[in-house]
């Protein structure tokens, strides 16, 4: 499984991204994706996930309220809309991919890892 994430960039505090995370070869034995950010000198934090065939979610508690995930299984495409965004949601944001049949927050359940793409919010 391969992973493309895009959509971050450079944006005020209070405003939206979208990012989105494109998924190609053996998709069909993926059953959970999620997001993960790292913030410099911090470690990668679990932000919010979802299954692939029933779409159900879990996310963290400080994006709660603010940030979406959703997929689209005709596309092989997993979205994360963030709005209100506050500068500590300042980090490289990492798409990734499980086998297991769980949403998980643990990193280490994940095998497979796109590339980040850097989300930067100014005050």
């Known amino acids: 499984v391969q992973l493309q994430a895009s959509g971050g960039g450079l944006v005020q505090a209070g405003g939206s991204l979208r990012l989105s995370c494109a998924a190609s070869g053996r998709t069909f034995s993926v059953y959970t994706m999620a997001w993960f950010r790292q913030a410099p000198g911090k470690e990668r934090e679990f932000v919010a996930a979802?299954?692939?065939?029933?779409?159900?979610?879990y996310d963290t508690n400080s994006v709660k309220g603010r940030f979406t995930i959703s997929r689209d299984s005709a596309k092989d495409t997993v979205y994360l809309q963030m709005n209100s965004l506050k500068p500590e949601d300042t980090a490289v944001y990492y798409c990734a991919a499980s086998r297991a049949m769980a949403l998980a927050t643990n990193s280490q359940v994940y095998g497979y890892w796109g590339q980040g793409t850097q989300v930067t919010v100014s005050s």
């Open positions: 979802i299954t692939w065939g029933g779409g159900s979610t």
